[in-house]
């Protein structure tokens, strides 16, 4: 680790030219992470009050969601491609 940090602060400073802004200098960052967390911490909280209530049915879990829409192939399809569609634009 300590090589690739001198090595990039050598490469930066024979051009000339100060280094890009990092991910964590962008001005939205800090928004994204406390929103990413806030949705997290819900769906967190939300799974663990539903498995510790009882019956399913009122207190459903989201895996009970997900099961109920499974059960029928196009369902299967959907939830796949919902998937694979989200792995995209995370990636890109």
Not at 30 to 45: C, E, L, M, P, Q
Not at 50 to 66: D, G, M, N, Q
């Amino acid at each position: 680790m300590l090589l690739i940090v001198i090595a990039e602060t050598r490469r930066f400073r024979s051009r000339g030219t100060p280094p890009a802004r990092t991910t964590r200098e962008m001005p939205w960052f800090r928004v994204a992470v406390a929103t990413w967390g806030a949705i997290v911490a819900a769906a967190t909280a939300w799974e663990l009050l539903a498995l510790r209530s009882s019956p399913r049915s009122e207190h459903p879990t989201i895996s009970s969601f997900v099961e109920s829409v499974e059960q029928y192939h196009v369902g299967r399809i959907v939830l796949f491609l919902a998937w694979l569609w989200l792995g995209w634009v995370l990636a890109s």
